[in-house]
């Protein structure tokens, strides 16, 4: 990456690929280049400081382009100087953008940058995971995933796989997920049963004390359930109120896609998850705790599945352009965690969960909610379907050409040596500086 290539990292969910993003974006901000930070979704763009990559480039809701189209995006004042100040761009969750959406976005950057290479010359970082979610296609569609786009095959893209765990130290749970990727559902349906059925054998009263947040495949009413679950609570309510700062129309898109309610409301009892990460503090996205008290200024005190005791303080998110603040929010790094749905659940480390994978509909569903948590212990499984633990076939083909194709990188990188690589690395941040 500091080298200046086009790179796709990828590797399975816990591996550390949203991490490696933040570090090569806060090296390229320290070095004074000019990082446009996208992803496929508002929630994932959120973790980041970003934005979607579909309101980055003013494509909006539209899948693909003809010149004319570009040509009036690109009359945009906005959108023109956000693209033509930009040396890098950064997309994650790239496996949930469409080949023809890549495809308009390049274009538009063509047209501005008035350059026919690939994205119009700027450096291309994308990262995810074919696994995990596919693009949603219209009915009767084939899915045309973005590595099949002609640009991807123009962009020499190097392949980064990234093959350690950090999110869970849990082996069964990885080899579960592993038997997923190698489209062994059977074996891991057998090691999840197995480990279920030693969790509460038969006859055995499940643990009612614990609260565990309830995993939903379906969009359903999400806050009414958590809402429905507070109001049983006794006692007195705290209110939380999102302020907004910046560019109206920007922090509007931003409260959009965060996790953060506009309105939080709490009672000593609440089961609570966090939703941003703060190592100092002692929490990440995910973390789940209940509430104890309040202190000073009615800051709520979390107590965390581990014991530790948190006072919270409000959190900030912001989108940067050109590496300064164009708008930004505030509010309590937390939402009510009764239930909450697969995809808003992207990104965060369970500590545990209910999942019911009985209404699976969608290729990936079952990977993306088993991959949220940080070990089985955490789990009680409800109910699962044909359906829940099936994977993309031509996703595990591009799983397999990508590890190869990473090898291959390395190799290169190795013969290429140190100083050769440290001298390219110095002219890439000169030139993204000037």
Not at 163 to 173: F, I, P
Not at 325 to 330: D, E, T
Request: aromatic share 8%.
């Amino acid at each position: 990456m500091k080298s200046g290539y086009n790179v796709f990292l990828t590797g399975s969910p816990g591996s550390g690929k949203t991490f490696l993003l933040n570090k090569y974006i806060e090296y390229l901000k320290k070095n004074g280049a000019v990082v446009s930070v996208t992803a496929s979704t508002g929630i994932a763009a959120t973790h980041m400081g970003g934005v979607t990559l579909h309101s980055w480039s003013g494509l909006g809701i539209k899948e693909e382009l003809d010149d004319a189209e570009a040509r009036k995006i690109c009359e945009k004042s906005y959108v023109r100087k956000r693209i033509k100040n930009t040396g890098v761009l950064i997309i994650d969750e790239i496996s949930m953008i469409k080949a023809s959406q890549f495809e308009a976005v390049n274009k538009i950057c063509q047209y501005v940058k008035r350059s026919l290479r690939p994205f119009g010359g700027m450096q291309v970082v994308c990262s995810g995971d074919f696994f995990q979610l596919p693009p949603v296609e219209k009915e009767g569609r084939e899915i045309k995933f973005v590595n099949e786009s002609d640009v991807w095959k123009k962009m020499e893209m190097k392949i980064c796989y990234l093959d350690e765990q950090h999110r869970t130290k849990d082996k069964k749970l990885h080899k579960i997920l592993n038997h997923i990727r190698d489209n062994e559902a059977e074996k891991s349906k057998k090691l999840l049963f197995e480990t279920q059925e030693k969790a509460y054998p038969s006859g055995h009263k499940k643990d009612l004390k614990k609260v565990l947040t309830k995993l939903y495949t379906h969009n359903i009413d999400v806050d009414s359930i958590n809402y429905s679950e507070l109001s049983k609570i006794k006692g007195k309510e705290y209110f939380y109120q999102m302020t907004l700062r910046g560019n109206p129309v920007v922090a509007d898109i931003l409260k959009k896609s965060c996790l953060a309610p506009e309105k939080l409301v709490l009672k000593e009892g609440a089961h609570v998850m966090f939703i941003k990460n703060n190592f100092e503090a002692g929490y990440v996205n995910g973390t789940q705790g209940k509430v104890v008290g309040f202190g000073a200024g009615d800051l709520p005190i979390i107590k965390t599945e581990e014991g530790e005791k948190i006072t919270v303080k409000y959190a900030d998110w912001s989108i940067e352009e050109e590496n300064s603040i164009v708008a930004g929010i505030s509010q309590m790094p937390l939402r009510l965690a009764w239930a909450i749905t697969v995809h808003k659940s992207q990104g965060m480390n369970l500590d545990s969960a209910e999942i019911d994978l009985s209404k699976c509909f969608l290729e990936g569903m079952g990977y993306v909610a088993l991959s949220r948590l940080k070990s089985l212990k955490g789990l009680r499984l409800m109910g699962i379907n044909n359906l829940a633990f099936c994977v993309n076939k031509r996703a595990m083909e591009m799983d397999k050409s990508f590890k190869k194709l990473s090898k291959e990188a390395s190799v290169e990188l190795k013969k290429t040596g140190g100083g050769a690589v440290s001298k390219r690395q110095k002219l890439f941040i000169k030139y993204l500086s000037i």
